[in-house]
């Protein structure tokens, strides 16, 4: 337990840094950008990384399994995912530019083309050499590449706003350029040390077949998040999507200590064979973050709609019912995203699936439904409910076939709360 906080407590520290950074780059577009203009950013960004994700085939995932495994060396991974970066990249960039690369308005093909292009290249070359740290348990370098290209991205923010020059396609290429300046600082630290760079294409096939369970799962998480972002774009504009968009962004912000428990735990779970007591303890941590997160939505609801309002202005006055909706999601949402990837790091990239399918088409439907009776509040509606599905969901699976009793999720032990002030007083010291 000391070492899962420890570990937590270095990706933590990142993330808060990380949380800084999408606060001001978020607050300074925002601004400078009208509803509608921050909707097609969204919409863009959010695109970029569906692509990447899913593009990518998985190999983060099934690279760090392999490489904490000790089934292949960490030479032999890191050069195989070099290997096919680039055509992985192409392939995924192509099907973003020709589903919005001409739809993006005031953009030439060719702008909105580069920038896509490089936002993709950029973003999938990050993502697959952190494959690398999470095999070896380089927590540390992991956080420093997930913090540097969120950090860029707000100094390129923070020089448009200073130049005036933030427009649509500024927005995009600041993106985009944050992850392709991150991308040489993850190569030099995922190979730095490292012999034995060869490409093992003949494990290429193992790895994809590990892989894209994986990175289609991630990918209908992704989606589920942002799912209702694109119908509301569809019923109404691309202004009311913006609306959407600053309140999934805040919601997003406050769910990143999540997100470093779940990359902590599926780092630590890739190098241990016991799979019970993994699952009992990932029961336990899901636990106490779905009932953190639960509790502090409720100053979520009470006080962010609010600061929605005072830092982005009136123009996203509407923005903040639908935030106060979504902040009732964040404890389902939170425990997502610590069950999921510590079991599949147990070599079960398909734990979920379905569950997963069914919770996309439950928020699709509700959206489909929701959103032109209710407007962006119905989206945050059905993707609230969506979350819940979900929770619900990895609880009977995890019954069914693990025969984890529902109750470690859901009711927080006296012996818990024991162990980690423990931890946390041994950390301290």
Request: with cysteine; proline share 3%.
């Amino acid at each position: 337990m000391n070492g899962l906080f420890r570990d937590a407590f270095t990706i933590l520290f990142a993330r808060g840094f990380i949380r800084l950074a999408q606060l001001l780059s978020f607050v300074l577009l925002a601004r400078f950008l009208s509803p509608a203009e921050f909707g097609w950013f969204g919409i863009v960004t959010t695109a970029i990384t569906l692509s990447a994700l899913l593009g990518g085939l998985g190999l983060r995932q099934s690279v760090a399994y392999q490489i904490g495994r000790e089934q292949i060396g960490i030479g032999e991974g890191a050069a195989t995912a070099l290997a096919v970066w680039p055509l992985l990249a192409a392939i995924s960039a192509a099907i973003v530019f020709l589903t919005y690369g001409k739809a993006l308005p005031g953009l030439s093909p060719t702008a909105s083309g580069g920038a896509i292009f490089v936002g993709v290249a950029g973003t999938m070359l990050v993502m697959l050499l952190q494959g690398v740290f999470l095999g070896r348990g380089d927590i540390r370098a992991f956080s420093a590449t997930e913090a540097l290209p969120r950090a860029l991205l707000a100094l390129f923010a923070l020089l448009l706003a200073a130049t005036a020059a933030t427009t649509i396609l500024s927005a995009i290429w600041a993106y985009a350029l944050a992850f392709a300046l991150a991308a040489p600082v993850a190569a030099r630290l995922a190979l730095r040390g490292v012999s034995g760079l060869r490409p093992k294409l003949g494990r290429l096939k193992g790895l994809i077949g590990y892989g894209i369970p994986f990175a289609f799962n991630l990918f209908l998480v992704t989606l589920c998040s942002r799912l209702s972002m694109f119908v509301i774009e569809h019923h109404f504009d691309a202004a009311a999507a913006g609306l959407f968009f600053a309140a999934v962004r805040v919601n997003e912000i406050v769910l990143e200590a999540a997100t470093a428990f779940g990359l902590v735990v599926f780092s630590r779970s890739v190098r241990d064979t016991k799979t019970d007591q993994v699952l009992a303890k990932t029961a336990r941590v899901a636990c106490w973050i779905f009932w953190s997160f639960t509790l502090g939505a409720a100053l979520v609801a009470l006080f962010a709609p609010l600061v929605l309002q005072l830092l982005l202005g009136s123009g996203y006055s509407g923005a903040g019912d639908a935030l106060r909706v979504l902040a009732f999601g964040l404890g389902a949402a939170a425990a997502n995203k610590i069950i999921y990837p510590a079991i599949a790091g147990q070599g079960r990239p398909l734990f979920g699936t379905p569950v997963m399918l069914a919770s996309l088409v439950i928020n699709l439907l509700l959206a489909l439904w929701l959103v032109p009776k209710l407007g962006i509040n119905g989206g945050a509606l059905a993707l609230v409910l969506g979350q819940y599905l979900m929770l619900i969901g990895y609880i009977i699976t995890c019954r069914a076939r693990f025969n984890v009793a529902p109750a470690n999720f859901l009711v927080p032990s006296v012996e818990d709360f024991r162990k980690i002030y423990r931890s946390i007083k041994n950390l301290v010291r």
